[in-house]
């Protein structure tokens, strides 16, 4: 296998973006991802994006956001209609055919124009579930109860991860939720999507990342400190919610073991997973095995403080590989999710170059 | 209550209807052309870059991958530099069949634009002719591009290929 | 002219008709005749709904090899719908539910009509069928308790 690294990330986030269409607020975080490597959008050997139309309510609205890459002269390129980091998966896979060695990643999404949890009913399995459009809160809510009278995890446990996470949140500056929570106040406030909080919930995030991927020794090029992938894989779950134990991820724990997370000696220095509602978080330490007391969960606050959906993925390897490459650590894990209770996970597993 | 189990022809196919409903925003330079169309004036954007008119602005220019910059306003005569004759109409389409669709080049616009031909035979409609926007009457005025119902053609010779082939 | 941003209600609506297959229509061929189905996979659990192959073998499901689960059965779990939203089972605040109907090892989702503080993990309750069930998921009415004897 070739060795990828991520040589740039930049990403934008906010509650509600109410002026600028998303190729407004796509264009300039392109700009700023590949202004520190010296190289245009014409330089990259593949482009590939994530998004969901769905977020718009509009047939291809994908294609017109590739304007903000400069899609002229013709440039090869790719979509996928998930997060963002299920197209760095493809990038990745692209880079190992050994012809190219650069590659472009992006992910954009509004949330905020139509009522994102309705939206993403369109996930469910059209026949059965589908037409009784459970929204994605109710959905995660009847996941957290398995996990709570599983005896796993208890309503502390969860105002735990979100005082944690909107700590941490703090030193983030594209983050919406953030501040200093008291873990009894929290647990104080009223269910809402009983038997989570509203606390417990993303925000509505309106967003974009991008990410600059370079193989082997172009990497050393194009940056002081490339951020290597050391593995990456993706798995999925049945899609009938009833059918699976909702407590336990075995699609993340089998793409960690594929990414080679065991092979990271003594656990990883940070973690950044993709976790929405504050129990999955619980629910993805668990199967990726992670020990709190040597990994740092979320330094970015996760996508508890953010949460651009088809984005908040692709973020998850970029905010691993910034502090990475700042010196913030030597090795991090990143994880992506997709579908409705964490049905489908990616894992990458990331090392600074030495 | 039961009843009877029907003994009918088994279920194989459903019908499953989907609404979703939305709050759009076209964007800052999308919303300025708009404006513009709402008082008659067609207003183009030049890329920084390019220095193309982008006709309409959505924000970008889609060769350069830049944000635009100078509002440009464009005239609302131009050249039909390619047609089509329909003959097939397409659901919802209540236009006489057949008609013409052409894309025009607003004089001062770097891209050109859909809009209809009326006012002239089919065998003289040719590209290179010179048409000017018959608009709607002002008072039915809106936020969009088909405030312009149709292009007529104008008493003007017709533009050289040279012109306008870069468009094609 | 206003530099203001424009914005207008935009709805996406379309209806596709799906075909259901042999598996998914002899479901909801049993809904329609107020009965539901699943289907004895290879692990021994009967999986309601029944899916097309086997979450295990893969191998493909015998849409005319499906066994009837009882009218009533146990929440495995439950959540509490405090907005509800168009299109859903009910249009003021409700639970879902997965519901481990008699016969079953899976668990059925579907709302469940009860209210918030009576709802609980184990509870039993039954199927509400529909006035004039047609081969649909919503056959199902919803949920509700079975009173305690």
Redesign the interface.
């Known amino acids: 296998m070739r060795d990828v690294a991520v040589v740039s990330y930049a990403q934008f986030a906010a509650r509600n973006e109410q002026s600028r269409n998303e190729i407004e607020f796509l264009l300039p975080v392109v700009k700023e991802a590949l202004a520190p490597t010296g190289l245009t959008s014409q330089d990259m050997g593949f482009t590939v994006s994530g998004s969901s139309d769905y977020l718009a309510g509009q047939s291809f609205a994908f294609v017109s956001a590739l304007d903000a890459v400069g899609p002229w002269p013709p440039i090869a390129e790719s979509h996928v209609e998930m997060d963002g980091a299920f197209a760095l998966y493809e990038a990745w896979v692209r880079l190992q055919h050994g012809d190219i060695d650069t590659a472009l990643v992006y992910a954009f999404g509004k949330s905020s124009p139509g009522d994102i949890g309705r939206v993403l009913s369109l996930q469910l399995d059209p026949y059965l579930a589908g037409p009784l459009w459970p929204d994605a809160a109710s959905l995660a809510a009847l996941q957290a109860r398995v996990l709570l009278d599983s005896g796993k995890a208890s309503e502390k446990d969860l105002a735990r991860v979100v005082a944690r996470s909107r700590r941490s949140a703090l030193g983030n500056p594209h983050a919406q939720l953030k501040g200093e929570y008291d873990e009894a106040a929290l647990l104080d406030e009223p269910l809402y999507a009983d038997p989570l909080r509203k606390h417990d919930l993303p925000p509505i995030t309106d967003g974009a990342a991008v990410i600059v991927l370079a193989a082997g020794d172009r990497a050393r090029d194009l940056c002081e400190k490339p951020v290597w992938i050391r593995g990456i894989d993706h798995r999925i779950d049945g899609q009938a919610l009833g059918s699976r134990d909702l407590s336990v991820s075995p699609s993340t724990t089998l793409a960690g073991r594929k990414a080679g997370l065991g092979d990271i000696g003594g656990g990883v220095d940070l973690a950044e997973l993709h976790a929405p509602f504050s129990h999955q978080e619980l629910i993805l330490t668990e199967a990726l095995g992670l020990d709190e007391t040597r990994t740092r969960i979320n330094p970015s606050g996760g996508a508890l403080a953010s949460n651009p959906v088809m984005v908040a993925g692709l973020v998850r390897i970029g905010e691993a590989a910034a502090r990475l490459a700042a010196g913030d650590g030597q090795t991090a894990v990143a994880h992506a999710t997709g579908g409705p209770c964490l049905q489908q996970n990616l894992v990458c597993v990331l090392e600074a170059d030495k | 209550m039961s009843t009877e189990p029907v003994t009918a022809v088994p279920v194989s196919e459903i019908v499953t209807p989907i609404r979703l409903d939305y709050r759009y925003t076209p964007g800052e330079a999308s919303s300025r052309f708009l404006r513009g169309m709402k008082e008659g004036r067609i207003l183009g954007r030049r890329c920084p870059s390019c220095l193309k008119v982008i006709l309409p602005p959505r924000g970008c220019c889609s060769m350069c991958g830049e944000l635009l910059g100078e509002e440009v306003e464009v005239k609302d005569s131009g050249t039909l530099v390619t047609f089509a004759v329909v003959n097939v109409n397409f659901a919802n389409r209540t236009i006489d069949l057949p008609y013409v669709t052409g894309e025009v080049l607003f004089d001062g616009a770097d891209m050109t634009t859909m809009v209809l031909l009326s006012g002239v035979p089919l065998d003289e409609v040719r590209m290179g002719m010179r048409v000017k926007a018959v608009w709607l009457p002002e008072e039915q005025w809106d936020y969009t591009l088909a405030n312009i119902d149709h292009v007529e053609p104008i008493d003007e010779p017709d533009a050289d290929y040279e012109s306008f082939k870069e468009l094609l | 002219?206003?530099?203001?941003?424009?914005?207008?209600?935009?709805?996406?609506?379309?209806?596709?008709?799906?075909?259901?297959g042999p598996v998914?229509?002899?479901?909801?061929?049993g809904l329609?005749?107020?009965?539901v189905l699943g289907v004895k996979d290879s692990r021994g659990e009967v999986?309601?709904?029944p899916?097309e192959y086997d979450?295990t073998s893969f191998a493909p499901t015998d849409a005319s090899a499906l066994v009837e689960v009882g009218q009533e059965g146990v929440v495995?779990?439950?959540?509490?719908?405090?907005t509800p939203?168009?299109?859903?089972?009910f249009d003021r605040p409700f639970a879902?539910?997965?519901v481990?109907l008699d016969g079953s090892d899976?668990?059925?989702?579907?709302?469940l009509d009860a209210p918030?503080d009576a709802i609980r993990?184990g509870m039993r309750v039954r199927i509400r069928?529909a006035e004039s069930p047609r081969?649909?998921?919503?056959d199902i009415a919803c949920f509700e308790p079975v009173e305690e004897a």
């Open positions: 002219m206003s530099n203001e941003v424009l914005s207008a209600p935009h709805s996406m609506e379309f209806a596709y008709t799906r075909s259901t998914v229509g002899a479901f909801l061929t329609r005749d107020r009965k999986v309601v709904p899916p979450r495995t779990s439950w959540s509490w719908n405090p939203r168009s299109g859903q089972p879902w539910a997965l481990q899976t668990g059925l989702l579907h709302a918030r993990t069928w081969g649909f998921i919503d």
